[in-house]
């Protein structure tokens, strides 16, 4: 089992920055990606960030050139830099690993409100 809790979230102006937290805890040994994914309302989930272990890195199209996620392996979190948020980055986020296993597969936390709103 992975226990994933984020926070960070919050009520932020257009133009302005955020920075979400992820901490994992539990078999973190067999976690090979993390990610950000948003729900906004009346909206299909949307992978925001993700990167694999060895850093590689993917993001939707939408966030490019705006989001960073990044991974403090001695801490067991992720991050999810977020700057010139715009008011169609309100959602609810939602941290996830991949984990190993037979079958792998991914935890989610339980999410953190973000709203961009002037």
């Known amino acids: 089992q992975v226990r994933l809790v984020e926070s960070g979230g919050g009520l932020v102006q257009p133009g302005g920055s955020l920075t979400l937290s992820c901490e994992a805890s539990g078999s973190i040994r067999r976690i090979w990606a993390m990610g950000w994914s948003r729900q906004a309302p009346g909206k299909q989930p949307e992978l925001v960030a993700r990167m694999i272990d060895g850093g590689m890195t993917n993001y939707a199209d939408s966030v490019a050139e705006r989001f960073t996620i990044s991974r403090d392996y001695a801490k067991n979190m992720v991050y999810l830099q977020m700057n010139g948020l715009r008011p169609e980055d309100t959602a609810v986020y939602y941290c996830?690993?991949?984990?190993?296993?037979?079958?792998?597969?991914?935890?989610w936390g339980q999410g953190t409100q973000v709203t961009v709103s002037a």
């Open positions: 996830n690993a991949d984990i190993r296993g037979d079958p792998d597969f991914t935890s």
